[in-house]
């Protein structure tokens, strides 16, 4: 984009919107599930209840039923019919009698033997009284007389005979009609059967000639009490029944009264109570009321289910509209917030452009106020700054080079026009006219010599001088511009010596030296480096001096050293001895050809093959440039 600031608020709403909607997924999804979990345990709690609540009217019912055929059970007598009780009182007389007057009597005994006899009340045996007891302590004899007690009268259990035929033929269940309203307060049975097997069963006026089945097997018969619900049909009506077993119900015996001697009157009847058969009470009740209220409750349970459901998906959908809502709203604040603050941000920005603006070719120096830049922006104006920095020296140098360029040209120009017209002023012999061209053409040769390194410079600035990579032998090379300087070295006084260079048939360390001094390279570059480098050597060297070349491959780089015993640099032009025009000497120009370009050409070269070439330099000692090349 175009725009900073609007790449920046494009960015940050983007990332506000991902965040939102991240953050309102995330937030649905917790809510989401917090609520399934809530409608979950709701549902479960209502399907408990609809749970305890059904059993709840069932265990209502069959408590009430249970309740009334316990309270029916507890109505019931197993009673002697009194009139038959009294024929049979009678036989037992007459034959009782007979026994004891006709010595045949006895035939008749089995009858009634068979019939049995009831209970009569005999003397019980006399009781030992225990001793009392003497207490050790006292020598008293204990002497006392208690009175007579008078026992009540012993009954003789009925014997199983009397029993049997007692219960099948004297026996059955009565109950008084008043009362027969059962407790329950409306609710319980419609329905009761009571059975005395076997076959003697009363039912209430609602039975309306129907039975309950009755399934002895049900019952173990070893317990006195028992019970147990189900849901059965009477007739074409549906009704929950409970069947109750009550074992030992109480049997009333009535017997009349007897005189103990004749002329005594009649004793009162006699009631005895003994352990009784075994009554089954049916309770049932119909099950339209039970399947109304299972029905009422079954409603209740779908509309709380729905309720539920309903207002789970309501809560979810306000979460979603509120969620919605929030969204928009903390993205539109955020939004018209994020403009200024971001407005506010690049602030700094816009300080720089002011301050970029205002540099000129006059003031290249960066007018940045006080205050102080973000972290951000410090490296920014710290590289400007020494971009600037550059740039002046740029243009200084720039300055610097045209006044050189005049200044060097300016002499060779002047040497030549001053020898041309003194070759015009007068006719002059051939030999003359030769020695005067001569000096003209050294000028000349000068001049052509500067504008070559010259446009040498420009090409490099430009990008248009071109290496031309060949596999050479550096020692080979080194060789031949060693012979080329040695001349001049000679005329000047100076010895030159190469050492540790490597012969093409043994390295250094001894081993096979084919190969040792081959690098990728220009050589017509590499050669110029080299013969310059010679070149001051012998220019800023002392007279009797040396000058030492050393080529040797180390590490895969290779490597060449020029020492000379010179004059030295000092420190403070070492770092601008590779500019242009510059001279450590300048008293030493007029001699030299470079005019002060040929270092500058020499670190260009360099640079273009990808090595490096650093100083050692101490004033007064001399000086060594060494040279490091990539082995490719």
Same mark, same amino acid.
């Given at each position: ?24 997924? #995330? ?32 265990? !209502? ?106 219960? @099948? ?70 009704? @929950? ?20 001697? !004749? ?24 099950? @339209? ?56 941000? #690049? ?35 710290? @590289? ?244 490091? #090349?990539?082995?490719?």
């Amino acid at each position: 984009m175009k725009s900073i600031r609007l790449s920046l608020m494009v960015y940050f709403l983007g990332l506000l919107a991902v965040a939102l909607s991240a953050a309102s997924l #995330l937030v649905y999804r917790n809510a989401q599930q917090t609520l399934e979990a809530k409608r979950r345990a709701m549902e479960q709690l209502v399907l408990t209840q609809y749970e305890d609540r059904r059993r709840e009217v069932e265990a !209502r019912l069959d408590e009430t039923l249970l309740f009334q055929a316990q309270y029916l059970a507890g109505l019931v007598q197993v009673q002697f019919d009194r009139d038959r009780a009294s024929t049979i009182q009678t036989l037992y007389l007459l034959l009782g009698a007979s026994s004891l007057h006709n010595p045949s009597a006895y035939l008749l005994e089995p009858t009634w033997i068979a019939e049995g006899a009831p209970p009569l009340p005999v003397q019980p045996p006399p009781r030992k009284e225990p001793p009392p007891a003497r207490s050790d302590s006292s020598h008293k004899e204990a002497s006392a007389s208690s009175s007579p007690r008078r026992t009540p009268p012993w009954f003789e259990p009925p014997t199983p005979v009397y029993l049997e035929f007692r219960d @099948r033929l004297l026996t059955g269940v009565k109950l008084k009609r008043d009362e027969l309203v059962l407790p329950g307060d409306g609710e319980g049975s419609d329905y009761f059967q009571i059975d005395n097997p076997p076959g003697k069963s009363y039912y209430s006026p609602s039975m309306a000639g129907r039975i309950f089945p009755l399934d002895l097997n049900s019952f173990s018969p070893g317990q006195m009490i028992q019970w147990y619900f189900e849901d059965s049909r009477l007739g074409s009506t549906s009704v @929950r029944r409970v069947v109750f077993k009550a074992s030992g119900v109480d049997v009333v015996t009535v017997w009349p009264g007897r005189r103990s001697n !004749r002329g005594d009157p009649p004793r009162p009847p006699e009631t005895h109570r003994f352990s009784g058969p075994t009554v089954y009470v049916h309770c049932a009740a119909e099950t @339209r009321k039970r399947n109304a209220a299972f029905a009422e409750l079954t409603t209740f349970r779908d509309d709380e289910l729905a309720k539920i459901a309903g207002e789970t998906r309501t809560s979810l959908a306000d979460l979603r509209t509120w969620l919605l809502v929030i969204g928009i709203a903390v993205f539109v604040a955020t939004g018209v917030g994020g403009f200024w603050l971001v407005r506010l941000g #690049l602030s700094p920005l816009r300080r720089m452009t002011d301050a970029v603006s205002r540099v000129s070719a006059k003031d290249f120096r960066l007018p940045l106020d006080e205050r102080p830049l973000p972290l951000e922006l410090r490296p920014i104006a710290q @590289r400007l700054t020494g971009t600037l920095v550059q740039l002046k020296r740029a243009f200084a140098r720039e300055k610097q080079a045209a006044a050189d360029i005049s200044h060097e040209l300016r002499t060779p120009l002047a040497a030549l026009l001053t020898t041309a017209e003194f070759a015009l002023r007068k006719p002059r012999s051939p030999e003359q006219y030769r020695e005067l061209f001569g000096d003209c053409h050294a000028s000349a040769k000068q001049m052509n010599q500067i504008v070559e390194r010259l446009l040498t410079l420009a090409r490099l600035d430009a990008g248009v001088d071109r290496l031309r990579a060949q596999p050479v032998d550096v020692a080979s090379l080194a060789t031949e511009c060693v012979t080329l300087i040695r001349p001049l070295a000679e005329a000047r006084g100076l010895r030159l010596s190469v050492k540790e260079l490597p012969s093409p048939l043994r390295a250094l360390d001894g081993t096979n030296g084919d190969g040792a001094c081959l690098i990728e390279a220009d050589p017509d570059k590499l050669r110029e480096v080299l013969t310059n480098l010679l070149h001051n050597a012998i220019q800023y060297n002392r007279p009797g001096g040396m000058v030492d070349l050393r080529v040797v491959r180390e590490n895969g780089t290779l490597e060449v050293e020029v020492e000379d015993t010179g004059i030295g640099i000092a420190p403070e032009a070492r770092d601008l001895i590779f500019e242009r025009f510059f001279r450590a000497d300048p008293s030493r120009g007029g001699d030299d050809l470079h005019a002060g370009l040929g270092l500058a050409i020499v670190k260009e070269y360099i640079d273009l093959m990808g090595g490096t070439i650093e100083v050692e330099s101490r004033e007064g000692k001399g000086s060594t440039f060494r040279v490091s #090349l990539p082995v490719h």
